[in-house]
């Protein structure tokens, strides 16, 4: 396992809650870490700007309270998302604010993060940047990220179209920082699968949407439960940058899923939400495809039980199915 060091023995499941627009605020963040999950949230959610120094210090703050508390507990280091795109006249101010309280997650999205690493480097924080593709996981390589969060086919909001199969694979030959993987993860099983191809940590979004902690919508998390894969869209017109959602959202914001014109990409804007007056993901809810497997919203902590109950069952399943040579080729290593 390829653990950035502030992960190590820190959590009780290899997985990061990404970040989500609008959906995470400090509430889903702070609950997620103490169930041993790193939490995350987008810099964005955090408006006017002054208050996402209100919301990482709430989160410092009550994550440290509650480790003294419960020394034996894992409680997980949380991130901070930062959009690096031109739109987006926030982000120096938004990285100064973290590089002042040392956050020790930045996630990055976009364009390769260089400035970006040089500044969570300065006090130890890590860098991972999200990818669609090899040859933009080998341009944020270059710039010196601590890993890779590789977005494959069928993740929720904005995702890239290869399979886990290729992309983990592939690059895993040259990469030997982390890697993450994202894409249709909603159960512990998807999580022993994502760690059984290469991967060190699986990426969650959707599933914790439809958590009583997160900042959505009822309708939005009920509809998560009422749907599936098949009432998943693809496009690029909500933001300028292709991303799955919920066929119904956009049917109820007036237009045809089955029948999306392309953006203007030149007119893509993170700062307003996007090229239409219906905001993404407010009134056009992002999804993964993996949401055939949600059928609550439960509190995260018993979210994150069950998963890592799932997980574990996954792992024996998966050593039972193995050869004897090879489950003993595994007991004389550790030996």
């Given at each position: 396992m390829a653990l950035t060091a502030n992960l190590k023995n820190k959590l009780e499941l290899p997985v990061i809650g990404s970040p989500l627009f609008i959906v995470s605020g400090p509430e889903l963040v702070i609950a997620q870490c103490k169930a041993g999950i790193v939490g995350s949230f987008p810099a964005l959610n955090a408006r006017p700007e002054h208050v996402l120094e209100e919301w990482i210090v709430r989160i410092k703050t009550e994550l440290a309270e509650y480790q003294a508390?419960?020394?034996?507990?894992?409680?997980?280091?949380?991130?901070?998302?930062?959009?690096?795109?031109?739109?987006?006249?926030?982000?120096?101010?938004?990285?100064?604010?973290?590089?002042?309280?040392?956050v020790p997650i930045i996630i990055t999205s976009l364009r390769p993060p260089?400035?970006?690493?040089?500044?969570?480097?300065?006090?130890?924080?890590?860098?991972?940047?999200?990818?669609?593709?090899?040859?933009?996981?080998?341009?944020?390589?270059?710039?010196?990220?601590?890993?890779?969060?590789?977005?494959?086919?069928?993740?929720?909001?904005?995702?890239g179209t290869l399979s886990p199969f290729a992309l983990v694979r592939e690059v895993k030959q040259w990469f030997d920082g982390t890697v993450l993987l994202s894409g249709s993860i909603s159960d512990g099983w998807g999580i022993a699968?994502?760690?059984?191809?290469?991967?060190?940590?699986?990426?969650?979004?959707?599933?914790?949407?439809?958590?009583?902690?997160?900042?959505?919508?009822?309708?939005?998390?009920?509809?998560?439960?009422?749907?599936?894969?098949?009432?998943?869209?693809?496009?690029?017109?909500?933001?300028?940058?292709?991303?799955?959602?919920?066929?119904?959202?956009?049917?109820?914001?007036?237009?045809?899923?089955?029948?999306?014109?392309?953006?203007?990409?030149?007119?893509?804007n993170f700062g307003s939400g996007g090229n239409m007056k219906q905001k993404a993901w407010r009134d056009i809810w992002g999804s993964g495809q993996g949401i055939g497997q949600i059928k609550d919203a439960p509190p995260v902590a018993e979210l994150v039980g069950r998963l890592k109950k799932e997980y574990l069952e996954?792992?024996?399943?998966?050593?039972?199915?193995?050869p004897r040579e090879a489950l003993a080729g595994l007991q004389a290593a550790a030996e």
């Open positions: 508390a419960n020394p034996d507990k894992k409680v997980a280091p949380f991130a901070v998302n930062q959009i690096c795109h031109a739109s987006n006249d926030r982000l120096m101010h938004d990285m100064e604010v973290c590089t002042k309280h040392e260089a400035e970006i690493v040089s500044a969570a480097h300065s006090y130890g924080g890590v860098v991972f940047h999200d990818v669609i593709n090899v040859k933009h996981a080998k341009k944020a390589a270059e710039q010196g990220v601590d890993g890779l969060i590789l977005v494959c086919a069928g993740a929720g909001g904005h995702a699968s994502a760690l059984a191809l290469g991967a060190d940590l699986a990426y969650m979004g959707t599933r914790f949407v439809a958590t009583a902690e997160a900042n959505a919508e009822a309708a939005y998390k009920e509809a998560l439960i009422a749907h599936a894969a098949e009432d998943i869209v693809y496009s690029n017109l909500f933001t300028g940058v292709h991303g799955n959602y919920l066929a119904p959202s956009i049917a109820a914001a007036g237009l045809d899923p089955a029948n999306l014109p392309e953006a203007d990409k030149s007119k893509m996954a792992c024996r399943d998966f050593a039972s199915r193995m």
